[in-house]
């Protein structure tokens, strides 16, 4: 059984950063895709940044430039790395986990605000 546990979310105020973290366990292949999705109060679940085990990221135009994605293979573990955060950035960001199947984390909330 897959499971991804988040962590690193919290309150800051704009321009801050927050580093999120999941950690996957369980039976995953070696070849698989994590990424962050953010789910803002009225709005639909909307893809962050995501990075396949091989690496070549991907960032939604909304956080290019400000989120760096990483992992650690070893420990099958994403990072999302935000900087220059802003209101819009608020929302409850959720750890993906992707190969034959979608696995999801529990979601951490990120709030920005003054």
């Known amino acids: 059984q897959v499971q991804l546990v988040e962590s690193g979310g919290g309150l800051v105020q704009p321009g801050g950063s927050l580093r999120l973290s999941c950690a996957a366990s369980g039976s995953i292949p070696r070849m698989n895709t994590m990424g962050w999705y953010r789910q803002a109060p009225g709005k639909q679940r909307e893809l962050v940044a995501s990075i396949f085990s091989g690496g070549s990221p991907y960032y939604a135009d909304s956080v290019k430039g400000r989120f760096t994605i990483s992992r650690d293979n070893a420990k099958n573990t994403a990072y999302l790395q935000m900087n220059s955060l802003k209101p819009e950035d608020t929302a409850v960001y959720y750890c993906?986990?992707?190969?034959?199947?979608?696995?999801w984390g529990q979601g951490t909330q990120v709030t920005v605000s003054s």
């Open positions: 993906n986990l992707r190969f034959v199947s979608n696995y």
